[in-house]
């Protein structure tokens, strides 16, 4: 029978003003692209099928659209006084939650109509303009403003010529378990691995053939019925296990550094455990001899896990997803933040409530205008669409985004860094377990729950392995559904506190094969059947089901006796969960499809066959010259620091985040009359006590070219500083209650590879990261501040032909301490007039790759290094000021040094300075104690009378430089001179205007 | 005395149970959260509370709109005994229950043609349309309340600020002579504020352009209310933006945030029917 269908659209009511979002896009259209669409109009089109009959349309308009707002009809859509139209349509397969929203209210409607019920609907938009437009235009509007053609199927043209949409799903095919024949040479082998996308190099291609050659396998082989060679599904699953998403080869390999500076040359085995794990060993070593033993479990599970108290852990996870965010920016972004909820979700025996999320988003400036390549999206673009998804991923979710930061730099234009980090509370026992140790028996059942598998996100794993150019396949595009995801979540919790989940993990990177083979490892082994994973539409092929990476799914491990009642919670809370197989103990993964093998992999071979990399690395600090600094107008100097890309507001993008939902939020992003900015964020954990976690990130990629060790250094000091600013106390000997310390790494590298004619850079670049580690060490150790958590992602390199952009080297550091009382915590902003003003902390002439080099120009000179044993010292002497509540206010220095610090502390509380440079040492210009930007600084105000009981305990190290003034005014004096002189007003509207319309 | 029951609705994408069961806890009632689908299936009986509160958040996604799909399932679904949900929230308001939606759940009630309902027929008389601005913002507004509002529930809140979290917060009435008669009977509860407390549609005080400056609504009977900002996100005074200031100023002031006074009066107005 074919198919019939109906066609309902909503459009908006013209007599109701402007329509906000055609409005946006006629503001963009005429920002960005220099078009002028005239009035934009949007309307909805539902598509239903099987088609509805009247009586039905009658009561589906009703609930579709309220006619207070709406105009709701059948068929095509009126589009009076428009000329031109653009249509966006979701590509077969593409997550189209409208479209099963509208399902949804059908069945409600109709409860007793199974053709509904087994029905499909599907949702587009579509933009009405007023202007005629040429099909360029129109193509330019539709493919940079309003969809991605990789994901929606695009149409426009004058309005009369809109026409219905004709949905279509992917055609069916038979199931195909295809043997692969390995080549013989190495050169075949190499083909095969770039023609399925497979990302292994010569050395792994080779170690996957023998294996395929032992005796003993083919042996084995054999007795199971299976062909000599692997089946698509073995070398998919293999491919995708051993890639760098998942092995962290770079991170585990035996390296080779030559260090010019020193003249040594050392053999480092494994970056990750040299310096990573051995930090945080040698922290915990630390720790016990204080009596504290809050590190639980570190670096193994899908997130860390720390102890707040005796029934309560804290889990906190940080992660990337840059390569999916190139291509499909606002995809990316979305399933990035979801992914990364999932990691919390997904440690130890599961369901953690999810307490927070922060995101560190690194693109070029909107303002970027260097031809684009082939492929290459522009960095607005980007920005906007990664806004939006974390935007709608965290809302959507009901989970507080608290901190983050934006950096820009133009070498981020191939690929943006997209850092999502969120954090959970979870029980710290189920029944008499801890909650953090997964444990799976054989015979235990395998159980999928949330969304359905399509062949979105196919390769993902593998896909970020490698640079991208303008072939990147598309298959690994995904758009995230947080609804699905909301309800997955909300049901593991309550499924987790009823003790029915053994472990839970996160269906991301690999899919089911990461997610099963990760889990199998634990029991040793597991059989899968996967015509029982739920599909979203027919002809998807075994190994791509076993591989895909279709978003907001888990796998649980679950006691066959308690299977049937979570199963049925399950159904009652609209969610998706099916048994797909069950855990084993023969040290084989068995996956099967209807019954034929599908894969027989050996767990052994699969997670410890990797063929271990070695990497050549060397450094030799770069030749720089500290350059004269012209005489320049400071004020000027200020304003245009205030107004620079990595300084300015980021208010606007801050607003369309949610940071308070829950209720907890103690310091938000924005604090004070004024809203200035802080830094960290602060969350209570519950209404019936004050106890709580401060959050915050260090990240500056711009040190890096002068020092990569200052630079590592200074964002891990930046991380710690933030949380120490706003109370947060530096694990000692002393503290009668201790608080726990949390802290995510994230590397993210240009290829490291040497190779002297695709990557001539390599050894440089990997030397770089030898020395980014080093410090990472120090710092950790320094500060006795552990790692718990991380990620890296190599290859962000972006190439077409001969032309490549690659990100400059940089990590991300994101901090959580447990605050024992947010009662006690600090903000940003001044608070009253006549408080005094302390700089503490030494000011140094580091202004190498500052923010005002940046704004002169100048390359060159001294970048910041951290002094970390004073800096710990000033931190624990920060944290007995706090804790005496003698501290009205506290700003960390950072980007733009002493005078960014004070403008924004001034801005928070709107309130003015008069402060003197004089003490602060003795410079040649003010420019220097203005804005360097050296390490571990404070700006911080105390009233009078606090005075005296304030410098007691900071010492020389706080320096009285001025005070806050009720007239908001900035004064800032040298040697009796005024260098700046101005009303507040100005250089916040400097301040505020830096983003412009981007934001 | 009597302890007041409440009942807030939980699941399908709204994010705002805890703290609105927390908010009625402090406020001295006993909170129960619950599904919504326990409630339709009838093992949670609506006629057992004094209380029903919609929270905020993104039930169904917000996907064809802001609490659409959610106001049609309360609309459409049968409970066991065959009537509707929504007829059991109508119940609860008649006998001098109170009904309450925040933001989302707000949403849901304009969907119902429970507020303003000034008809009396249960259609929809108003809808939350996107903010002008065109986007989801976060930000505190001023708010003054209506001491003539049916909805007993403002004392001590004359004057005050709490959080709006919202793309769709647009009030807009059917007609003209509605928004009088809404006017004249003092449904808008709340009206957002300029600096100087004057009622205003101008961005950002007013973050949405709802018309009547109008920020919460309630029927004729003040029994079923709905509030755009969220009143549970300032339980305690360290939810306000400027907190450690406040503190400053005056050491003594109440640790206890002012949107819980809102709980507090509503389980005073539960308890005075």
């Known amino acids: 029978m074919p198919e019939t269908w109906t066609h309902l659209y909503v459009s908006s009511r013209p007599d109701r003003g402007a329509d906000p979002i055609g409005e946006r896009v006629r503001r963009q259209a005429a920002d960005f692209l220099s078009i002028d669409t005239g009035r934009v109009a949007t309307s909805k089109v539902y598509s239903v099928s099987p088609a509805l009959d009247a009586a039905r349309i009658e009561r589906a308009q009703a609930a579709l659209g309220n006619r207070v707002s709406c105009v709701v009809g059948v068929g095509s859509p009126a589009c009076k006084g428009f000329r031109s139209f653009i249509s966006v349509d979701k590509r077969p397969g593409v997550t189209d939650d409208e479209g099963r929203a509208l399902l949804t209210v059908l069945c409600d409607l109709f409860p007793s109509s199974p053709e509904i019920a087994s029905g499909r609907a599907t949702s587009r938009d579509v933009y009405w303009l007023e202007q005629t437009l040429s099909p360029t235009d129109l193509g330019r509007i539709a493919e940079e403003l309003v969809g991605n053609p990789l994901v929606h199927v695009l149409r426009s043209g004058p309005a009369d010529a809109y026409e219905d949409p004709r949905p279509r799903a992917a055609a069916a095919t038979r199931s195909v378990i295809e043997e692969i024949v390995l080549p013989r040479d190495a050169a075949g082998l190499l083909r095969l691995s770039e023609t399925r996308l497979l990302s292994l190099d010569q050395v792994e291609m080779e170690a996957v053939r023998d294996y395929y050659d032992r005796e003993a396998v083919r042996a084995s082989r054999r007795l199971r019925g299976l062909p000599g060679d692997p089946t698509d599904c073995e070398l998919e699953a293999i491919a995708q296990t051993w890639s760098e998403h998942c092995k962290h080869k770079e991170f585990s390999a035996l390296v080779k550094f030559v260090d010019r500076d020193r003249g040594t040359t050392v053999e480092i085995d494994s970056l990750f455990r040299t310096y990573i794990v051995a930090a945080t060993r040698a922290v915990h070593e630390v720790l016990r001899g204080w009596g504290q033993d809050w590190l639980l479990s570190v670096f193994d599970d899908n997130a860390g896990v720390v102890r707040i108290d005796d029934d309560r852990v804290f889990v906190w996870k940080v992660e990337t997803h840059n390569s999916p965010s190139a291509i499909d920016p606002y995809g990316g972004a979305i399933t990035g933040i979801l992914g990364c909820n999932r990691d919390p979700l997904g440690t130890g025996r599961g369901g953690g409530r999810l307490l927070f999320n922060t995101d560190v988003l690194c693109f070029a400036p909107p303002t970027y205008d260097r031809p684009l390549l082939r492929g290459q999206l522009a960095p607005r673009r980007v920005f906007a669409g990664v806004r939006a998804g974390i935007e709608d991923g965290g809302n959507k979710s009901g989970i507080p985004t608290v901190n983050g930061a934006l950096v820009f730099d133009d070498r981020f234009a191939g690929k943006p860094l997209v850092f999502c980090g969120s954090g959970s509370i979870a029980p710290a026992r189920v029944g008499d377990d801890p909650w953090w140790e997964k444990r799976i028996d054989p015979g235990d059942r395998i159980v999928v729950i949330g969304g359905r598998v399509g062949k979105d996100g196919i390769h993902g794993a593998t896909f970020s392995s490698v640079h991208l150019d303008e072939e990147s396949p598309r298959s690994a595009v995904q758009i995230g559904s947080p609804l699905t995801q909301k309800l997955a979540s909300d049901f593991l919790e309550e499924a987790g506190a009823r003790g029915w989940v053994k472990a839970a993990t996160d269906n991301g990177a690999g899919g089911l094969s990461s997610s099963v083979g990760e889990l199998a490892r634990i029991p040793g082994g597991a059989e899968v059947d996967l015509e029982r994973v739920p599909l979203k539409y027919e002809g998807i092929q075994p190994w791509e089901i076993f591989l895909s990476e279709a978003q907001e799914r888990m796998t649980l491990a679950v006691d066959p006796a308690v299977e049937s009642e979570l199963l049925s919670l399950a159904r009652d809370r609209g969610v998706e969960a099916v048994d797909i197989g069950r855990f084993t103990a023969d040290g084989v993964l068995w996956v099967r499809h209807a019954g034929r093998t599908a894969a027989c992999l050996d767990l052994d071979f699969l997670h410890h066959g990797t063929p271990r990399k070695r990497l050549e690395a060397e450094w030799a600090a770069p030749a720089s010259e500290v350059p004269a600094i012209p005489d320049v107008d400071l004020e000027a100097a200020l304003l245009g620091v205030l107004g620079g890309w990595n300084v300015c507001s980021r208010e606007g993008v801050i607003r369309q985040y949610d940071h308070e939902v829950k209720g907890r939020t103690v310091v938000k992003p924005l604090m004070g009359r004024g809203h200035g900015p802080q830094d960290a964020g602060v969350l209570r954990l519950s209404w019936s006590d004050y106890r709580g976690i401060a959050v915050s990130n260090g990240i500056v990629p711009r040190y890096g070219d002068l020092d990569p060790y200052a630079m590592c250094a200074c964002a891990f000091d930046e991380a710690v500083r933030g949380i120490v600013a706003v109370g947060g106390r530096l694990p000692g000997p002393d503290t009668a209650a201790p608080q726990f310390w949390s802290v995510n790494d994230n590397f993210c590298l240009p290829n490291v590879a040497h190779d002297a004619r695709t990557n001539p850079e390599g050894r440089r670049r990997l030397g770089a990261l030898v020395r980014m580690c080093q410090a990472l060490y120090d710092m950790a150790v320094a500060y006795a501040v552990p790692l718990t958590s991380g990620k890296d992602s190599m290859k962000n390199d972006f190439t077409v032909g001969k032309v490549t952009i690659s990100v400059p080297p940089t990590v991300l550091f994101s901090a959580a301490a447990g605050i024992p009382d947010v009662r006690r915590t600090v903000t940003s902003g001044f608070q009253a007039a006549g408080d005094v003003i302390y700089a503490v902390g030494e000011t140094l002439d580091e202004l190498g790759a500052s923010e005002f080099f940046r704004w002169l120009g100048l390359a060159g000179g001294r970048a910041p290094r951290v002094r970390a044993e004073r800096a710990r010292e000033r931190y624990r002497r920060v944290n007995d000021a706090i804790s005496a509540g003698l501290v009205a206010s506290c700003h960390d220095l950072s980007d733009g040094g002493l005078a960014v610090a004070l403008v924004e502390s001034a801005i928070g509380g709107g309130l003015g300075f008069d402060v003197a440079l004089d003490d602060l040492g003795q410079f040649d210009q003010p420019s220097v104690p203005l804005f360097s930007e050296t390490a571990s600084r404070f700006v911080v105000t105390v009233p009078e009378e606090r005075r005296r009981a304030f410098e007691v305990i900071l010492g020389v190290d706080a320096r009285s430089i001025g005070r806050v003034t009720g007239e908001a005014h900035v004064r800032i004096s040298m040697g009796g001179r005024p260098c700046i002189d101005g009303p507040l007003a100005r250089f916040e509207t400097a301040w505020r205007g830096g983003l412009g319309g981007y934001g | ?273």
Not at chain 2, 58 to 63: A, L, N, T, Y
Not at chain 2, 189 to 205: E, F, I, S, V
Request: aromatic content about 6%; glycine content about 12%.
């Open chain 2, 1 to 273: 005395m009597r302890i007041v029951q409440a009942l807030v609705i939980a699941g399908f994408g709204i994010n705002c149970e805890d703290e609105t069961a927390a908010a009625y806890r402090l406020a001295g009632a006993t909170a129960h959260t619950a599904h919504l689908e326990s409630v339709l299936r009838g093992d949670v009986r609506l006629d057992a509370f004094d209380i029903v509160h919609l929270p905020g958040g993104f039930s169904f996604g917000d996907d064809l709109g802001a609490g659409r799909v959610l106001a049609n399932r309360i609309r459409t679904r049968l409970l066991p005994g065959g009537a509707t949900m929504g007829d059991g929230l109508r119940a609860v308001a008649r006998r001098g229950g109170m009904v309450i939606g925040i933001c989302n759940g707000f949403q849901a009630l304009v969907e119902l043609g429970l507020v303003p309902n000034v008809g009396g027929e249960g259609a929809a008389e108003a809808a939350l349309m996107q903010n002008v601005s065109g986007r989801y913002e976060n930000r505190w507004v001023r708010v003054r309340a209506d001491a003539e509002c049916p909805a007993r529930v403002w004392a001590g809140l004359e004057d005050w600020e709490l959080p709006v979290r919202h793309g769709q917060g647009r009030l807009v009435f059917r007609d003209p002579g509605l928004r009088d008669e809404v006017a004249r009977l003092h449904l808008n509860g709340l009206t957002y504020c300029d600096g100087d407390g004057r009622p205003t549609r101008a961005y950002p005080a007013n973050p949405n352009g709802a018309e009547l400056a109008c920020a919460a609504l309630c029927d004729p009977s003040g029994r079923i209310l709905g509030v755009m900002p969220h009143p549970e996100a300032y339980l305690s005074l360290f939810n306000h933006y400027d907190w450690p200031r406040l503190r400053r100023e005056c050491p003594e002031r109440s640790e206890e945030g002012k949107g819980l006074m809102l709980f507090r009066n509503v389980v005073k107005a539960v308890l005075a029917a």
